[in-house]
């Protein structure tokens, strides 16, 4: 079945960097596009970024462009999301989540990997 | 940037009961609406993509409505397991967006 495990969080201070980490498994990932959304302590979902299947295509939030970079790696089944320039507000549980049959419907969600962004 | 607008923010019903959950766009979003259901600790899942079509396994009870701008989440009968945040989400335009979320508590 469908399994996504996101890695790599932690406490890091303001104006650092992290980089998130998603290992995809029990499908094929090279054809579906993945995304990445937040969700800021006690706060609703957030989308952060898209990268499609065959890479021609990356969307950003306006809150995160130029700070965030999101990329894939095929041959290993990963979804990276660098993070940089972190600010407070950044804290939240980042989802990583597989786009269904070409589209932006999230319709499986890894557990989510925490990051925190405190001096 | 399209904003989903969720309404009520927090509806209180007793098992048994219906519920019905809104959500209006900003602006047209055709029918790229999809509805998620997501429980305290828990990642969001997937209930109904397309305004109308339930995901896999979703069960028959709920069932989703609309195009354009307005557009309703409705569960028949709840059972104990439906308490839960309701999110509704566009992907007709870029960014993509969320509402900003619906808590379904017990009465």
């Known amino acids: 079945q469908v399994q996504l495990v996101e890695s790599g969080g932690g406490v890091v201070q303001p104006g650092g960097s992290l980089r998130l980490s998603c290992a995809a498994s029990?499908?094929?990932?090279?054809?579906?596009?993945m995304h990445w959304v937040r969700q800021a302590p006690g706060e609703g979902l957030e989308w952060v970024a898209a990268f499609s299947y065959d890479g021609s295509s990356k969307h950003y939030a306006d809150s995160v462009k130029g700070r965030f970079t999101i990329s894939r790696d095929n041959s290993k089944n990963t979804l990276y999301l660098q993070m940089n320039s972190l600010r407070a507000e950044d804290t939240s549980v980042f989802y990583c989540a597989k786009g269904r049959s070409g589209s932006s419907i999230f319709d499986h969600w890894g557990q989510g990997a925490l990051v925190t962004v405190s001096s | 940037e399209t904003v989903l607008t969720q309404s009520p923010a927090t509806l209180s019903l007793s098992p048994g009961e219906g519920a019905t959950l809104s959500c209006r766009a900003s602006q047209s979003v055709s029918s790229y609406l999809a509805w998620y259901q997501q429980k305290p600790g828990q990642a969001p899942r997937l209930l109904i993509y397309d305004a109308s079509n339930r995901a896999t396994g979703i069960p028959a009870r709920f069932s989703g409505s609309g195009s354009g701008t307005d557009f309703t989440l409705s569960i028949s009968s709840l059972e104990p397991e439906d308490f839960a945040v309701y999110y509704c989400h566009q992907r007709h335009n870029w960014p993509l967006t969320f509402g900003g979320g619906t808590k379904v508590e017990i009465k």
């Open positions: 029990g499908f094929t990932f090279s054809t579906y596009d």
